[in-house]
């Protein structure tokens, strides 16, 4: 017990690390590049930060443990929603692009119905899976394009600095996601046999320590992008790794091999979409993500996360 409760402090003393090194490469490469930062962190950073989910889910639904793929994801974007930018809003307020709630979050939205009508019955088949990932194919290749089409307008947006070579930024980024995957299945593995010896469900297990674990890469990239003012990345990499787990993470599960779980119901898809238009009417108001609408989201999750412990 003793070591297993030291494995994880460990494990999140990785994150926090390699979190720090992911947003200086992303931040400084963005700006060498000539793109937003909001970009970087809605495709290289989010990509990186959803690798823990990807494999979780994909393992799990070879298994046929479909409670825990499904778990995970849905798991995963309310706690992004929830507490990443909840804590991130409470750091820093997080400036809302216009691309944001133009493009981006209602593809969010548009994923989490899709999602919420192909799995009301509690299934996933090949074909649904398919149409995931086409979806999110036309979604990254939007993305590209208008990052191509604007790199010449896009100019530096603060006053972050550069390192001295692009190499530097490479090294940084992969070193970073490949610390953040390795901290975050220390920390999954270890939260794992906690739970089981609290004697916690497969689909519980999954909706919140697995969920919460594989998260974790995006609460430390957010959170160290928040603390260094970092706008674009903090959301962008939370709003990313949404789209990225249903559209990219249950498209490829759901392709490989049918999902079927009856524990993960219409409930938690229909919390999901009301969470994620709820930040989405935050950020038309105001153009921002706040103090107080970022202590909202983590009530909103705290509720949905002590329902599911009692029932």
Do not use: C
């Not at 003793?2 to 690390?17: E, H, K, P």
């Not at 530097?168 to 270890?190: A, K, T």
């Not at 524990?263 to 153009?287: K, P, S």
Request: no cysteine.
């Amino acid at each position: 017990m003793i070591l297993t409760v030291l494995l994880i402090l460990l494990s999140l003393a990785i994150l926090y690390f390699t979190a720090d090194w992911l947003v200086l490469g992303g931040a400084s490469l963005a700006q060498r590049l000539g793109v937003s930062p909001l970009i970087v962190g809605l495709t290289i950073v989010s990509f990186g930060t959803s690798a823990p989910e990807l494999l979780v889910s994909i393992q799990s639904s070879l298994s046929g443990q479909g409670a825990l793929a499904v778990g995970n994801v849905v798991g995963s974007n309310m706690f992004n929603i929830g507490i990443i930018l909840g804590i991130s809003a409470l750091i820093y307020p997080l400036l809302v692009k216009h691309q944001l709630f133009k493009i981006d979050v209602p593809v969010m939205i548009i994923a989490t119905v899709a999602f919420l009508v192909t799995f009301y019955n509690g299934k996933l088949n090949f074909f649904e899976g398919f149409l995931f990932l086409v979806i999110f194919v036309s979604y990254m290749l939007y993305i590209i394009y208008k990052a191509l089409k604007n790199k010449q307008r896009t100019k530096t947006e603060s006053g972050f600095k550069m390192t001295r070579h692009w190499l530097v930024d490479v090294s940084l980024i992969v070193v970073g996601l490949v610390g953040l995957v390795y901290g975050s299945d220390l920390l999954v593995n270890n939260s794992i046999v906690l739970a089981r010896e609290w004697g916690m469900s497969e689909a519980l297990i999954g909706l919140t320590i697995v969920a919460a674990g594989t998260s974790m890469p995006e609460l430390a990239t957010s959170v160290v992008a928040a603390l260094k003012r970092q706008s674009d990345i903090a959301i962008g990499n939370v709003i990313g790794s949404n789209i990225f787990n249903i559209l990219l993470i249950l498209g490829t599960a759901g392709v490989i091999t049918p999902i079927e779980t009856a524990e993960i119901n219409l409930f938690d898809g229909a919390y999901l979409l009301v969470t994620t238009l709820i930040l989405f009417f935050f950020m038309r108001t105001g153009r921002s993500v706040n103090r107080k609408e970022g202590l909202i989201l983590i009530i909103i999750y705290f509720m949905y996360f002590f329902y599911k412990l009692l029932v």
